[in-house]
């Protein structure tokens, strides 16, 4: 079983609706979680970061933690052609700085 | 204020030969990771430093792979008699380090190696 599991997409949505990314993880005990977003060709950059249950917003975006079915969402409002990325989920067994697993990411098409 | 910085930005390589790849953390950063990304593959976990800590190298795929941290700062990636399966993004990330705190990791622009 992989340790973080991600849709490999892509996932094609319409401008202006709202994109729904999902990621699950093996480890119960992992501790925090969170989306990076790649462009074609460039490194990960931070979106979001979530440590407890429940949903976090910030801006367009809003990260949702699920502890107890191992799961973990991102979903995008108002999705523009800009956000046509891969979308990494990542997950730390520890609170603190230890390496990340990551999923190996869902492509997302936002068509204008 | 500056990200993590990475040198070079590619690097083409014949099968056998040495690299160094050289990771600069963002300043005052004391934990530092090695992660490499393949061609429609996730981000592998290489190696870890935090502070004056002895390295987590338990992600190194072979001893052909070595890493440095020097003053606490910046990081060499050596990689001895490069194969081709060795081609691929060479990520670099660091972050506050501070222990028994909430950590987030920031990654630079990564060096491209391909090895002919």
């Known amino acids: 079983q992989k340790e973080v599991e991600q849709n490999s997409g892509p996932l094609s949505v319409p401008e202006g609706a709202i994109a729904s990314l999902n990621c699950t993880y093996s480890?119960?005990?992992?501790?925090?979680f969170f989306w990076y977003r790649q462009y074609s060709g460039k490194s990960p950059e931070l979106i979001m970061f979530i440590y407890s249950n429940g949903d976090k917003e910030d801006g367009r975006f809003t990260a949702q933690l699920n502890k107890a079915s191992q799961y973990v969402s991102l979903l995008i409002r108002d999705s523009q052609p800009s956000d046509s990325a891969t979308y990494l989920c990542?997950?730390?067994?520890?609170?603190?700085?230890?390496?990340?697993?990551f999923g190996k990411g869902t492509r997302l098409s936002v068509i204008a | 204020g500056a990200g993590v910085s990475q040198s070079p930005s590619n690097k083409v390589t014949e099968k056998g030969k040495d690299v160094e790849l050289r990771c600069d953390p963002i300043s005052g950063h004391t934990a530092l990771y090695w992660y490499r990304q393949s061609l429609g593959q996730g981000l592998e976990f290489l190696i870890y430093?935090?502070?004056?800590?002895?390295?987590?190298k338990s992600g190194l795929p072979s001893d052909r792979f070595s890493a440095e941290r020097t003053g606490g700062s910046v990081s060499t990636l050596t990689i001895q008699r490069t194969q081709q399966e060795d081609s691929a993004v060479y990520l670099c990330a660091s972050s506050p380090g501070v222990r028994g705190r909430r950590d987030t990791q920031y990654f630079g622009p990564g060096t491209r190696l391909t090895v002919l």
């Open positions: 480890d119960r005990g992992s501790q925090s």
């Open positions: 990542a997950v730390n067994r520890n609170s603190g700085n230890t390496p990340l697993v």
């Open positions: 430093f935090q502070g004056n800590s002895a390295p987590d």
